[in-house]
Nanobody, 122 residues
Framework: QVQLVESGGGLAQAGESPSLSCSAS????????IGWYRQAPGKERELVAT????????YADSVRDRFTVSRNDAANIDALLQMTRVEPDDTAVYFC???????????????WGRGTQLTVSS
């Protein structure tokens, strides 16, 4: 089992640089992907950014030039989403996502955080 602990979010003004953190602990497999998805009111959940255990990253086009995802695997898996130049359209509940598998022949098992609200005012 994997536990996810999220922090960050809250209120920000347009143009500011808030950050989100997520820490994954428990039974960790060597190939894993951690990151964030977000869901705005009335919209579907969408990818924000993820980073895999091999360092490869994936970003939504809308945040690619403004957000940076990173990770530190020294103890647990600690991921950071550094946001810059946030906009009111970034207002959403941000969910930490973590998925892992022991090898390429097994499907991923995915875990979700409870979500944290980020509200950006203009």
């Amino acid at each position: 089992q994997v536990q996810l602990v999220e922090s960050g979010g809250g209120l920000a003004q347009a143009g500011e640089s808030p950050s989100l953190s997520c820490s994954a602990s428990g039974i960790i497999f060597s190939y894993n992907v951690i990151g964030w998805y977000r869901q705005a009111p009335g919209k579907e959940r969408e990818l924000v950014a993820t980073i895999a255990s091999d360092g490869s990253t994936n970003y939504a086009d809308s945040v690619r030039d403004r957000f940076t995802v990173s990770r530190n695997d020294a103890a647990n898996i600690d991921a950071l989403l550094q946001m810059t130049r946030v906009e009111p359209d970034d207002t959403a509940v941000y969910f930490c996502s973590y998925k892992q598998r022991p090898n390429e022949f097994v499907t991923f098992r995915e875990f979700w955080g409870r979500g944290t609200q980020l509200t950006v005012s203009s």
